[in-house]
C-alpha cells in the first residue's frame, strides 16, 4: 500500500508561487506513477499533471501548461508540483494520486492524498 499525505497550498496573491508536496509511505512509491488532481468548489476533480515511475516524462493539462511543473525524487518518496504565475481560477483543493500508470481520468489511480487547499485571490 502507499499513503500519501500532501503539503503546500496556502493563499497567494495572483501571479504568486506555490510549492506542492506529496510524500508517500510505503516501498512501491518509485513503482508508482504519480499525478496531481485539483476540484474547486461545485465542479469535478480534474487532472492537472501526471509524471511516470522514472519521472522521464511529464503530462500537463492544457490549463497549467507553461505555468506548472512536476517533479519526483524516488530517493525521498516525494512527488512536487511547482505552480508559477497563479491565476485566481487555479484556487482549489489540490489532491496527490499513486496509480500504475499516468491517467487523466481519476479512476486509474489507487491511492490518493488527503488534499491541500489552494486560493489564489485577485
Do not use: H
Not at 81 to 93: F, R
Request: net charge positive; with cysteine; hydrophobic share 35%.
Amino acid at each position: 500500500q502507499v499513503q500519501l499525505v500532501a503539503s503546500g497550498g496556502g493563499l497567494v496573491q495572483a501571479g504568486g508561487s506555490l510549492r506542492l508536496s506529496c510524500a508517500a509511505s510505503g516501498r512501491t512509491f518509485s513503482s508508482s506513477a504519480m499525478g496531481w488532481f485539483r476540484q474547486a468548489p461545485g465542479k469535478e476533480r480534474e487532472f492537472v499533471a501526471g509524471i511516470s515511475r522514472s519521472g522521464g516524462n511529464t503530462y500537463y493539462a492544457d490549463s497549467v501548461k507553461g505555468r506548472f511543473t512536476i517533479s519526483r525524487d524516488n530517493a525521498k518518496n516525494t512527488v512536487y508540483l511547482q505552480m508559477n504565475s497563479l491565476k485566481p481560477e487555479d484556487t482549489a483543493v489540490y489532491y496527490c494520486a499513486a496509480g500504475a500508470r499516468v491517467s487523466y481520468r481519476v479512476d486509474p489511480y489507487d491511492y490518493w492524498g488527503q488534499g491541500t487547499q489552494v486560493t489564489v485571490s485577485s
